[in-house]
């Protein structure tokens, strides 16, 4: 006869892979509309969505709302971070700090409520002010869920039932220096591996005598990006080079008809090296590297490459340096999978949105502050600037708020764009919702609507099965709200 014995941690697995339970931070709205029998639906399962270029084929979506925007369906209260939600069928992931511990949370996409919660200690402050969470977001492929957090703390959970699969600790095993704003970059999942913009260095950075000493180390070859086994997390293969880890995520990318990675690598360094690593993503050969990065100190690269595969080619974009934007540039690559430059622009010049690219030409916000955002359609053939467009409005509601008696003047700013259903989805960066209508005639604003008003809307929103989800970063100006995700029902009858 055979006995089957349970052993506590089997039972606690399975105890935490039950349905998923409501908690203090969550506040449900409603339930959202059924999909419709015509529906198209996607995962979002990565920051830069299913195809990595800020895309999805979900229809129809709703175009049309009230006054007072899309239904909130529910938001959950965030501690800090600069995350976007990642979802897989009934999984939302969420990747936040909260009481000086990085928080990872899976919730049911359609109700908030919690399946699991698993978080860590951490000690970062940042050298400018900012945040103390996350800036990386999170990452899921199949059963896995993969964060990168602000001190390079790598993890693997279990996305059903929490469990921690493997870590590393990347700043102790590769001499990662802090950065300008900690580690920002998504990992990349890509044919069973977890590729990361590592950025270590080969001597250590317990201590350094002046900047000089720090730039030298900073400039120093070290473990730039490595692959780690999606199972295990033991390494599969590393790229040794003195270009550190930017605040861009991997892309993968169809060469040729072969799958490489593009990696817009580069970290902190004096003078400021880095651009563009061209990679094997089976072996971790480096084929090409090409170098976009101006010299100056003070900048950090948060763009990610946007692929042509049709044509071979790729774009990147940094801002930096200041008051004198470096722009972007389009290579093409060849047979050999080297890059040449097609053209180069100072009119597209991104900071950290990552542009649209749809017929022919590149849809971006240029520009480093908020005073001399805009947005610019460029072509993608020749880098021509088609058209420049200032989207702006007056907002009487937000001017009383705040006590004023005339309407105050409103822009989008430094926002964020996703294309969906024929047309793109454009979150402001103090919290405006758009739908607009993106061609080389213009910018059509479809609707347009105020989610809340906030500073620091930076991340872009992630929108999967009818359902977008919005991270707000910062507490609201009228006082109505704190940090939070909120779920939004955007689905359509037809």
Known sequence: MRYLFLTAAFVGTLLSAQEPQTFDRLTFHAAPKPLSAS?????WPRILGPQ????????????????????????????????????????????????????????HRETGRRFWIKDYPIEYQDRYGFGGGPRGSPVIAGDVVVTLGVTSMLHAFDLKTGAELWKHDLRKEYNVPQDFFGAGSSPLILDGRVIVNVGGKAKSFDGFEDRNERARKLATKGTSVAAFDLKTGAMKWKVEDEWGASYASPVPSKLHGQTKVLIYAGGESDPAIGGLLCIDPATGSVHD??????????????????????????????????????????????ASFKAKEVWHSTKIACHWMTPLYQDGHLYAIDGERENNSRLVCVNADTGAEVWTKNLDWEDAAFA?????????????????????????????????LHWLKLTPQGCEEIIRTQLFYALNTWSLPALSHGLLYVHQQAASLDRKSGTRVICYDLRAEK
Request: hydrophobic share 35%; charged share 25%; with cysteine.
């Open 39 to 43: 529906a198209k639906t996607s995962d």
């Open 400 to 432: 009383t708020s705040q006590g004023r008696s005339k309407p105050v003047r409103l822009s989008i700013l430094r926002a964020s764009m996703l294309q969906a259903d024929g047309a793109v989805l454009c979150l402001g960066e103090i919290g405006s």
């Open 52 to 107: 990595d270029n800020c895309s999805t084929s979900e229809s129809p979506l709703l175009k049309a709302w009230p006054e007072s925007g899309p239904k909130p369906v529910w938001e959950v209260v965030m501690g800090e971070g600069y995350t976007s939600p990642v979802i897989s069928s009934d999984f939302c992931v969420i990747f936040h700090q909260l009481e000086k511990k990085e928080t990872v949370e899976c919730l």
């Open 289 to 334: 590297r090409f170098a976009w990065r101006d010299e100056e100190y003070i900048q950090s690269t948060g763009s990610s490459p946007v692929v042509i595969p049709e044509k071979n080619r790729a774009f990147i974009s940094t801002v930096y340096p200041k008051n004198r934007p470096h722009g972007g540039v389009m290579v093409e690559y060849d």
